[in-house]
T-cell receptor
């Protein structure tokens, strides 16, 4: 069974704090995507990481792909209430193949 | 910016009825997918479609399900005889095969009564 474990499941922090969300698997991925999903809407792609050890930045969000391509992390610096939402990681094993999703991290940033 | 669109946004049906969920993928994309998300659960893969045929399907995608690309733009998911447990959000996605970036539509909420 292909599994992607995401942690923590829930995170409630104050505005201005930093946080990290983790995505782990025993399998090697071809690539890994991070999405953000609002209630009742589809996942919105934030970033794709492909190369082991790759780091990508999107404003205050930093995404890293593990050297062995089995894990990834999302770090948010100085979180803002607008960052509140569900963050999903999803990996694939071959180009064009299905995505395996983690269960998501529900982030709440309080002003 | 191009986006995946889905219709209807919400479909209510009686158990045993057939439903067709429609998607218009991004125009220059080559791979198409259907996923579903039961309330409070993970997004689950159903089926992928490439070059006018199914390339992969999950064990959820049984004989009650079918997909079709009837013309150059639409991609449909048909559920022949709906069951209560088919109630979920159904998402269509498409991919241009550039680092496997899958772009999702807004979803169709299917409610089976």
């Amino acid at each position: 069974t292909q599994l992607l474990e995401q942690s923590p499941q829930f995170l409630s922090i104050q505005e201005g704090e930093n946080l990290t969300v983790y995505c782990n698997s025993s399998s090697v991925f071809s690539s890994l995507q991070w999405y953000r999903q609002e209630p009742g809407e589809g996942p919105v792609l934030l970033v794709t990481v492909v190369t082991g050890g790759e780091v990508k930045k999107l404003k205050r969000l930093t995404f890293q792909f593990g050297d062995a391509r089995k894990d990834s992390s999302l770090h948010i610096t100085a979180a803002q209430p607008g960052d509140t939402g569900l963050y999903l990681c999803a990996g694939d094993y071959n180009q064009g193949g299905k995505l395996i999703f983690g269960q998501g991290t529900e982030l709440s940033v309080k002003p | 910016e191009p986006e995946v669109t889905q219709t209807p946004s919400h479909q209510v049906t009686q158990m045993g009825q057939e439903v067709i969920l429609r998607c218009v993928p991004i125009s220059n994309h080559l791979y198409f997918y259907w996923y579903r998300q039961i309330l409070g659960q993970k997004v689950e893969f159903l089926v992928s479609f490439y070059n006018n045929e199914i390339s992969e399907k999950s064990e959820i995608f049984d004989d009650q399900f079918s997909v079709e690309r009837p013309d150059g733009s639409n991609f449909t998911l048909k559920i022949r005889s709906t069951k209560l447990e088919d109630s979920a959000m159904y998402f269509c996605a498409s991919n241009k095969l550039a680092a496997n970036e899958q772009f999702f539509g807004p979803g169709t909420r299917l409610t089976v009564l």
